[in-house]
Nanobody
Framework: QVQLVESGGGLVQHGGSLRLSCAAS????????MAWYRQVPGKQRELVAT???????NYADSVKGRFTISRDNAKNTVYLQMDSLKPEDTAVYYC?????????WGRGTQVTVSS
């Protein structure tokens, strides 16, 4: 079984930065794609960014140029550097890992951007 634990969330002012981390532990063999999602109450979970094991990345249009996803395969960790944060970025951020068999999700970390 694989566990994902997010960290790095918090309260930041409009225009500020945060760096989220998501570390995987447990029965890890190989993690393929990793991703960050976010969700606000009453709305569907939204894909923010993805990264392959070979470091190819994709971003939602709403975060392009402001967020950067990266990963450390040796540490089984994915990161999300968030710059120029806006109030509309406020959400619970979740990480996802695509395993050899199945998918794992973290429990989320709250990001709040004040105006």
């Amino acid at each position: 079984q694989v566990q994902l634990v997010e960290s790095g969330g918090g309260l930041v002012q409009h225009g500020g930065s945060l760096r989220l981390s998501c570390a995987a532990s447990g029965s890890i063999i190989i993690i393929a794609n990793m991703a960050w999602y976010r969700q606000v109450p009453g709305k569907q979970r939204e894909l923010v960014a993805t990264i392959t094991r070979g470091f190819n990345t994709n971003y939602a249009d709403s975060v392009k140029g402001r967020f950067t996803i990266s990963r450390d395969n040796a540490k089984n960790t994915v990161y999300l550097q968030m710059d120029s944060l806006k109030p509309e970025d406020t959400a619970v951020y979740y990480c996802r890992a695509d395993l050899v068999v199945g998918t794992a999700w973290g429990r989320g970390t709250q990001v709040t951007v004040s105006s």
